[in-house]
């Protein structure tokens, strides 16, 4: 009996000695420490293309941008290949379709992406000469429409005008200032969705039914939020609204016990939510999780991103051979016939001025998933021999011809191959397979 007590009484100062070291490393977690420790965990999350997945790029740089308004700089190479990324994403979506007509791309991650041009000193206006600010106002227009259908993602095209200083039209303002007044939130989302709609409310025109709809939103937002908000998804979004709309003292420097019951506080929620979240490497379970957590705390909001714009932006000097604008590229059409004569076309396609046609396939292939090229190495540069997946055959005496089509559809063979010959500024280049 004697051994088995003190065996217990072994095992219960292990215990002890455990639960103490736990509770002191969980006190060393501050706020501070775990922005930099967040940061790091999202940059090291970069796949080998240096970006964070399809669609993904522009939260996390909006993201480090607000945690750290000085992480991206153009003379940089570290922060300048993730931002390429990021444009390399859109710009292979918008060669698919110009109108960006596509169920993945329609308005609420196309504001995103506007976001995360605004964040980088970049031209939503001017994208490689596209206005995606028209385009995007064109989206809200149609709403709703594929993916594009409720109140979370359109608010995210408003907060992208509004950071973009751009006037919102009187239609958008009243389609979410009724849903605030109405609250119109998703049954099983509305948290989240009240959050974003709250949090764009704040860019619109200052009036009576602006304040009564952020109001009744925040009323929603702060309802039971002891057990409505469930995880740190939800506590980071009603933060960031509840910041903006300044309702009430919630980012203190103090962190004393709340007078307004109603209302919860910054260090609440810091602990009840957001620093439980981490895991101990400071990462998130998810790159989404580090999209919402990370601003709050570094105590920022969506809406900060057109604070960087006006702060940084000045700063910094234009590096053209990174960020080349219209004028130094060249836009060319590609378009492929098989055997069949059935055709495929690639527009809008551009590439550096004076780059060779090669250079033009390169970058086709890299942007679309539908386009691939093959060929072998000759003492006149690269000789194409495979177009999607189609070898010319030399039984069948094959080979693919390189034309040049007029406006008037006449074709002119070239005398020169993809190695040599550079395009022109609005160019049609034809591949066909022929015979000899």
Not at 83 to 99: C, F, G, T, W, Y
Not at 138 to 153: C, D, I, L, S, T
Not at 338 to 353: F, G, M, R, V
Request: proline share 3%.
């Amino acid at each position: 009996m004697n051994r088995a007590m003190k065996s217990f009484q072994t095992v219960l100062v292990f215990l002890q000695i455990i639960l103490f070291t736990f509770s002191t490393c969980t006190q060393k977690v501050t706020r501070q420490s775990a922005v930099k420790q967040g940061q790091k965990w999202l940059l090291n999350q970069r796949n080998k293309d240096w970006g964070w997945g399809l669609r993904a790029n522009a939260e996390a740089i909006f993201t480090l941008q607000l945690v750290n308004e000085s992480w991206y700089n153009p003379k940089d190479s570290d922060s300048v290949a993730s931002v390429k990324q990021m444009n390399i994403d859109l710009l292979a979506a918008l060669s698919r379709k110009k109108n960006l007509d596509l169920p993945r791309w329609y308005g609420g991650k196309l504001g995103q992406y506007i976001n995360g041009l605004i964040a980088t000193c970049q031209k939503p206006r001017d994208f490689y000469g596209h206005d995606l600010v028209n385009l995007l106002k064109k989206h809200m227009k149609q709403y709703p429409r594929f993916y594009f259908n409720h109140m979370f993602a359109y608010s995210w095209a408003i907060i992208a005008l509004c950071n973009a200083n751009e006037a919102i039209p009187s239609h958008f303002q009243r389609k979410l200032i009724n849903t605030g007044l109405h609250q119109k939130f998703s049954s099983q989302f509305g948290k989240d969705e009240a959050s974003m709609v709250m949090i764009a409310l704040n860019c619109l025109k200052k009036g009576h039914k602006q304040h009564k709809a952020i109001s009744r939103t925040k009323a929603y937002i702060i309802k039971d939020w002891q057990t409505t908000w469930k995880n740190e998804f939800t506590a980071s979004l009603a933060l960031q609204a509840l910041y903006v709309t300044n309702a009430s003292n919630v980012f203190p420097s103090s962190v004393s016990p709340s007078l307004d019951n109603e209302v919860p506080r910054y260090d609440q929620v810091l602990r009840t939510f957001l620093l439980r979240a981490l895991k101990p490497n400071g990462g998130f379970s998810n790159i989404l999780a580090a999209f919402h957590v990370l601003p709050v705390l570094a105590k920022k909001s969506y809406l900060d991103i057109r604070k960087i714009k006006k702060k940084m932006c000045h700063k910094l000097a234009p590096v053209s051979d990174k960020w080349p604008n219209v004028t130094t590229r060249t836009t060319i059409t590609l378009t492929i016939q098989d055997k069949t004569n059935q055709k495929n076309s690639y527009t809008e396609l551009q590439a550096p001025i004076n780059s060779t046609l090669l250079k033009f396939l390169k970058i086709t292939q890299k942007l679309n998933t539908n386009f691939s090229f093959d060929g072998e190495t000759s003492s006149f540069g690269i000789f194409v021999t495979t177009i999607n997946g189609y070898k010319a055959s030399t039984a069948d005496r094959e080979f693919w011809q390189i034309v040049k089509v007029d406006s008037d559809g006449n074709v002119t063979p070239l005398q020169k191959g993809v190695s040599s010959y550079i395009p022109r500024e609005g160019e049609h280049i034809m591949f066909r397979l022929q015979t000899y």
